[in-house]
């Protein structure tokens, strides 16, 4: 399946934005879709999980009550919408699908498939 990501941009700390990740070359409801990021100088970190069908859902801690998972299978398509955001969501946002996951507790990247290509999140203070 091919991910492509897409909604990143330059917000003001307390802004929102919506990322979405558009899938392509596979029945996308078979996936198990998360989103990480990757801020500069760290590694990946788990930011949001969404089971096939859309009834398990999971969140990082740092993003609990701020961010919201959702998905449209009849589009293949999986969002992020991130609201009262901080300086400290600055990262490359990364949608990617899981054939090893059922539910939402997917939080090992090492278990996804596929990766989209990232998209630039920056909030300014």
């Known amino acids: 399946v091919q991910l492509q990501a897409s909604g990143g941009g330059l917000v003001q700390a307390g802004g929102s934005l919506r990322l979405s990740c558009a899938a392509s070359?596979?029945?996308?409801?078979?996936?198990?879709m998360g989103w990480f990021r990757r801020a500069p100088g760290k590694g990946d970190d788990f930011v949001a999980a969404?089971?096939?069908?859309?009834?398990?859902?999971n969140y990082a801690d740092s993003v609990k009550g701020r961010f919201t998972i959702s998905r449209d299978n009849a589009k293949s398509t999986v969002y992020l919408q991130m609201n009262s955001l901080k300086p400290e969501d600055t990262a490359v946002y990364y949608c990617?699908?899981?054939?090893?996951?059922?539910?939402?507790?997917?939080?090992?990247?090492?278990?996804?498939?596929?990766w989209g290509q990232g998209t630039q999140v920056t909030v300014s203070s």
């Open positions: 969404i089971s096939r069908g859309g009834s398990s859902i």
């Open positions: 990617a699908a899981s054939t090893s996951y059922i539910t939402a507790a997917a939080v090992a990247e090492a278990r996804y498939n596929y």
């Open positions: 070359g596979r029945t996308f409801s078979n996936y198990v």
